[in-house]
């Protein structure tokens, strides 16, 4: 039996479809995060005393700092997840970028992202 070298058009439709909610999901997260980021300037607690101001103003930039770096990887999610969709019309998806071998299905479906097999991934720790 000759090795399979890539998806068939069906197993990559079923993959774009994983992607395609996972982006989903993905945006509305980042602009929640965004939009809550804007809404963070509006909060006014000049009626209070000047020490517990400086200590809400601290935890409004530790929670800023928190939600620029939340929206921060989710950009980079979003990337990834729209690069892996180019690789479905291009039918490379799912192919390891180091072996050039099939990623096994499972890995995918929980990580539609993924460049690199499991293998692949702990072998490039390593190096």
Same mark, same amino acid.
């Given at each position: 039996? =000759?090795?399979?070298?890539? *998806?068939?058009?069906? =197993? !990559?439709?079923?993959?774009?479809?994983?992607?395609?909610?996972? @982006?989903?999901?993905?945006?509305?997260? *980042?602009?929640? !995060?965004?939009?809550? !980021?804007?809404?963070? %300037?509006? %909060?006014?607690?000049? #009626?209070?005393? /000047?020490?517990?101001? &400086? !200590?809400?103003?601290?935890? =409004?930039?530790?929670?800023? =700092?928190? &939600? @620029?770096?939340? &929206?921060?990887?989710?950009?980079?999610?979003?990337?990834? +997840?729209? $690069? &892996? +969709?180019?690789?479905?019309?291009?039918?490379? *998806?799912?192919? #390891?970028?180091?072996?050039?071998?099939?990623? /096994?299905?499972?890995?995918?479906? $929980?990580? /539609?992202? $993924?460049? @690199?097999?499991?293998?692949?991934?702990?072998?490039?720790?390593?190096?």
């Amino acid at each position: 039996m =000759e090795k399979k070298t890539r *998806y068939s058009d069906e =197993e !990559l439709e079923e993959f774009r479809q994983i992607i395609n909610k996972k @982006l989903e999901v993905a945006r509305a997260e *980042y602009k929640e !995060l965004m939009s809550r !980021l804007d809404n963070s %300037n509006s %909060n006014d607690v000049s #009626d209070t005393s /000047p020490t517990y101001k &400086a !200590l809400e103003e601290g935890t =409004e930039i530790i929670q800023k =700092e928190e &939600a @620029l770096e939340m &929206a921060s990887r989710q950009q980079k999610f979003i990337k990834a +997840l729209e $690069a &892996a +969709l180019v690789r479905i019309h291009n039918k490379t *998806y799912g192919i #390891d970028r180091i072996t050039g071998e099939l990623i /096994p299905k499972e890995r995918l479906r $929980a990580v /539609p992202h $993924a460049t @690199l097999s499991v293998e692949s991934k702990q072998k490039n720790r390593n190096h």
